[in-house]
């Protein structure tokens, strides 16, 4: 047996398990999951056991920092919904563009590829710790357009809390990338900059026209209308740009400055 054959099937079994962990303890439903497996697949086949391990990353500070102090979140009104079980609307929404720029280094050795693969997870990470971790602040955050303040968890906002942990969250990818080589100590900082502005960019698609609705039967402003009981109606923002889709753009929109820089450089 080859050693590419070992970490092959060693990758396969490191997804399955994390994922089948993650199902049973409720940090994915049953399409999380199954999404998951797909995405997994593609890690291992087209970046090895480095890819795979940063997969992994992902998901375990993701569900970690998602499920930390959940009940809190849930009385403030900003907790994910389902017991912070991820579905396979998240898995698309942060994976998409990290999934799709390595399958096309994988099949094109493609430099620039690889760049974009590294900024848009870095950028998946450093938003959602800026998201999960941000809403715990003890000061309320502010808009990132106007700096006017607004209750923990309203799309837009950003705090110094959450400001701190998306940087981290960005810098925790690049390095571990850098560290298995796939970047070199140029991109470094690059890949930082870059997964950090993943996080900026999502705050401001928030605020300016991610989608709000109108509870019929309190008139609540939400952001998801099965929050409402008696139906909602869409009152502001674009229609289609719900959080999943502010998540796929923003990750999209670094993928593609990425290949940009790595082209320049």
């Known amino acids: 047996m080859t ?19 993650g199902y049973f303890n409720r940090s994915i439903d049953l399409s999380g999951f199954i999404a998951g497996l797909l995405v997994g697949v593609i ?6 056991l480095p890819a795979t391990f940063m997969l992994i990353t992902f998901f375990l500070v993701g569900s970690a920092f998602t499920k930390y102090k959940y009940g809190l979140k849930e009385e403030l009104g900003a907790a994910e919904l389902k017991g912070g079980a991820r579905t396979w609307r998240n898995v698309a929404a942060n994976l998409f ?8 280094h994988s099949l094109t050795s493609w430099e620039p590829a690889m760049l974009a693969f590294v900024s848009s997870l870095a950028g998946a ?7 999960e971790i941000g809403v715990l602040s003890a000061d309320p955050p502010i808009m990132i357009h106007t700096m006017r303040r607004v209750p923990p968890g309203t799309s837009g906002a950003v705090s110094t809390l959450g400001t701190l942990a998306s940087l981290i969250g960005a810098v925790l990818i690049a ?9 070199g100590i140029i991109q470094l900082p690059l890949t930082v900059a870059l997964g950090f502005s993943c996080s900026l960019i999502d705050s401001l698609l928030g605020a300016l026209l991610q989608v709000r ?11 998801d209308p099965s929050l409402c009981n008696g139906g909602a109606r869409p009152v502001r923002g674009v229609r289609w740009l719900d959080n999943h889709a502010v998540n ?8 593609l400055i990425s290949i940009v820089v790595g082209i320049a450089l």
């Open 175 to 183: 390095i571990e990338a850098f560290s298995f080589s796939m970047i």
């Open 97 to 104: 563009f990290p999934t799709f720029m390595l399958l096309i």
């Open 125 to 131: 990470l450093s938003d959602t710790l800026g998201s």
């Open 213 to 223: 609705y109108k509870c019929i039967e309190d008139n609540r402003i939400v952001e």
């Open 248 to 255: 796929l753009t923003s990750t999209g929109v670094i993928a």
């Open 43 to 48: 890690f291992v086949l087209g970046g090895g």
């Open 3 to 21: 050693a590419d054959l070992v970490n092959t099937l060693a990758g396969l079994a490191v997804v399955l398990t994390v994922g089948s962990a």
